[in-house]
């Protein structure tokens, strides 16, 4: 049961908004079979972080210029590749909802802006104009400092936002920031104890009350 008042509204975006389970599993995958790793322990760690926190994981020997051609080529390939990403049940009805209440809402991703961008135009889901990608937050989720920052471009306290997470790190920078935090999917872990879930957007309702919103589900 959800029922929450708040000022306003954080969304990661890859299986969260948008699901891209193929196009990041297929990319892993190549990945891994071109350095000689179990792409099942990349994509165990991987989701929810930027891309160099998992090549520093699993290639840490490199330099870290290499590291960052790998994840400079991987990303300039998964930008235009957008064939099966589709939105998560309900995502786009309720972001425009929100939208056309006026509620604050901001994209914390661990994507750069311009795959997140293009993710988010292919599954059909309104692009908010407050966004922080991987570009804009020196640490990575888990760290919270990327719902921090998207907080602070809505001019709204993290203990007033109501996030949606997916992933073990995010929920974890999600949780830490202060902010309300909500599952999406079938995510179970310790760090999901005691939060509540969903499995789409089609059952959650928001209304405005006073200069706040209440999202209800």
């Known amino acids: 049961m959800i029922d929450v008042v708040v000022s306003g509204v954080l969304f990661d975006m890859d299986g969260t908004l948008v699901d891209s389970t193929a196009v990041v599993e297929a990319a892993w995958t190549r990945f891994g079979d071109e350095h000689g790793l179990d792409p099942a322990e990349i994509l165990g760690f991987s989701h929810g972080r930027q891309t160099i926190d998992t090549i520093q994981r699993f290639l840490p020997d490199l330099?870290?210029?290499?590291?960052?051609?790998?994840?400079?080529?991987?990303?300039?390939?998964?930008?235009?590749?957008?064939?099966?990403i589709v939105e998560v049940?309900?995502?786009?009805?309720?972001?425009?909802?929100?939208?056309?209440?006026?509620?604050p809402i901001a994209l914390v991703t661990s994507a750069p802006r311009?795959?997140?961008?293009?993710?988010m135009i292919a599954a059909?889901?309104?692009?908010?104009?407050?966004?922080v990608p991987s570009e804009d937050a020196e640490r990575s989720k888990p760290h919270p400092e990327g719902y921090l920052r998207g907080a602070a471009l809505l001019g709204v306290p993290a203990e007033r936002c109501l996030a949606f997470e997916d992933a073990p790190a995010g929920v974890e920078a999600a949780v830490a920031s202060g902010a309300t935090t909500i599952v999406v999917g079938e995510l179970s872990s310790p760090v999901t104890e005691g939060l509540p879930r969903i499995a789409g957007y089609d059952g959650?309702?928001?209304?405005?009350?006073?200069?706040?919103?209440?999202v209800r589900g």
């Open 114 to 119: 311009e795959l997140a961008v293009k993710r």
């Open 63 to 84: 330099p870290r210029a290499e590291q960052q051609v790998i994840v400079d080529t991987m990303i300039a390939a998964e930008i235009d590749y957008v064939e099966g």
């Open 204 to 214: 959650l309702t928001v209304e405005r009350e006073g200069s706040a919103f209440r």
């Open 89 to 103: 049940p309900g995502a786009a009805a309720f972001v425009r909802r929100l939208q056309d209440l006026g509620v």
């Open 124 to 131: 059909g889901v309104p692009v908010p104009d407050a966004l």
